[in-house]
């Protein structure tokens, strides 16, 4: 399991944020985080890792002065969004009101059943997954494995470690710094579907990639709103 500080609770520093729209673009929608919460949203960057069905991992953006600097990353992550949508059996949200992405690829795509070995086809997706995060240094990437109900716990959360330990291993190899990378494993705590089926099944085994704004990109986004 590799854990880094970075991993930090939200200090929410000036008043409530609510956003609404679903259909919003991370450029309109940062825009609105940057206006909307005064001079300062949140104190660094931060990722919570959700629970119950899959709940979004919770980005903050801190520091932003105005809805200028907000829509400049809201408008960098939109374009990263484009490209990651490109790849094949990768899975493309937006989370946390648009400000961070959530990559979901398959454990059939990624992995045998039972097995933390990368087959042949996900590297291929995951070559392209690292191009990305190069083309777009200034993220931070945190790397979630998730199982089904069957077998014990004992079996799964290291199961789940392991998984998402492979994938980011394979990105090292590609040259994604692991100073930007975490990695670890929820097991089957955290189902997106109904474990009695086996397509529900299927879902829940699963590696999920939340890309979040690092603080250079805050930094200079900030420059570039003065």
């Known amino acids: 399991m590799k ?6 609770t939200i200090t929410l520093l000036g008043g409530s944020l609510i956003l609404s729209g679903c259909g919003a673009s991370r450029t ?16 660094g960057v931060g990722a919570i890792a959700g629970g119950g069905k899959g709940a979004a991992i919770g980005a903050g953006i801190g520091a932003i002065l ?24 990768a899975q493309v949200e937006k989370v946390n009101e648009g400000q961070a992405i959530k990559v979901t690829f398959e454990s059939g795509i990624l992995f045998a059943t ?24 200034d993220t931070d990437v945190s790397i979630y494995g998730h199982t089904d109900s069957t077998g014990s716990d004992a079996i799964n959360n290291p199961l789940s470690q392991r998984r998402a330990e492979s994938v980011y291993n394979y990105l090292l190899t590609k040259g994604v ?32 990639v939340f890309i979040l704004p690092n603080a250079k990109m805050i ?5 570039q709103a003065r």
Do not use: H, Y
């Open 3 to 8: 854990q880094f500080s970075k991993l930090l």
């Open 177 to 208: 710094s692991g100073s930007r990378m975490t990695s670890d494993g929820f097991g089957s705590t955290q189902p997106v579907a109904d474990n009695s089926t086996a397509a529900g099944r299927a879902q829940n085994r699963r590696v999920e």
């Open 66 to 89: 105005g809805g200028t600097a907000g829509a400049i990353i809201g408008n960098k992550m939109d374009k990263q969004a484009a490209e990651l949508e490109q790849i094949e059996g």
């Open 219 to 223: 930094q200079d986004a900030k420059e």
């Open 114 to 137: 039972n097995s933390s070995t990368l087959n042949t086809a996900s590297r291929t997706s995951l070559d392209k997954f690292a191009t990305s995060l190069l083309n777009n240094p």
């Open 28 to 43: 309109v929608k940062g825009g609105g985080i940057g206006a909307g919460a005064g001079a300062a949203v949140g104190a």
